[in-house]
């Protein structure tokens, strides 16, 4: 499974974006998902994970209420939709398949204050 993560970039302080990752092969609802980010200098951090189904999410503190994770099976497709950005969250972002070694390029995303 190939993963290509997309839809980063610079945005103010408050403002929203919408990242993409989508899944090539035909396994991609057998796995949970997940998104993680790093930024310069600091650990990998986990962002969010959502089960097989989309029954089941998961946040890290730092993202809870303002980032939504969702799937869309039909479309091999996993979205992160991240609002009220804060300068914090800027790093690499990449989307993850739970319990494999597959892991996209990553997407840049900027929060100017």
């Known amino acids: 499974v190939q993963l290509q993560a997309s839809g980063g970039g610079l945005v103010q302080a408050g403002g929203s974006l919408r990242l993409s990752c989508a899944a090539s092969?035909?396994?991609?609802?057998?796995?949970?998902m997940a998104w993680f980010r790093q930024a310069p200098g600091k650990e990998r951090e986990f962002v969010a994970a959502i089960s097989w189904s989309g029954g089941s999410t998961y946040y890290a503190d730092s993202v809870k209420g303002r980032f939504t994770i969702s799937r869309d099976n039909a479309k091999n497709t996993v979205y992160l939709q991240m609002n009220n950005l804060k300068p914090e969250d800027t790093a690499v972002y990449y989307c993850?398949?739970?319990?494999?070694?597959?892991r996209g390029q990553g997407t840049q995303v900027t929060v100017s204050s």
């Open positions: 092969g035909r396994t991609f609802s057998n796995y949970g």
């Open positions: 993850v398949q739970v319990g494999t070694s597959n």
